[in-house]
């Protein structure tokens, strides 16, 4: 699949059905809304819509940032 709109990896990353890495990022067993099958055919199951979906939270996080100066530009 590629997730390069998401993890700016350049390369297509393989997926399978088994559980790899309690970090959503990180396992081999979820496909996200913005991921690209690029080899292969699957299936799926949608497990989180909205806010409670990873993109949905990265979202809320960024949302929530101030818009003031950064150390640098304080520089």
């Known amino acids: 699949v590629d997730n390069s709109s998401l993890t700016g990896e350049s390369e297509p990353q393989t997926r399978s059905p088994d559980f790899s890495h309690e970090n959503p990022l990180e396992t081999r ?3 996200f809304f913005s991921t690209n099958c690029v080899e292969g055919t699957a299936r799926g199951i ?7 979906t990873v993109m949905g939270r990265i979202a809320s996080l960024a949302s929530g ?9 304080v520089e």
Request: net charge neutral; proline share 5%; charged share 20%.
């Open 65 to 73: 940032l101030e818009g003031g100066k950064t150390p640098i530009a």
């Open 29 to 31: 067993n979820i496909a």
């Open 46 to 52: 949608v497990i989180s819509t909205g806010d409670r």
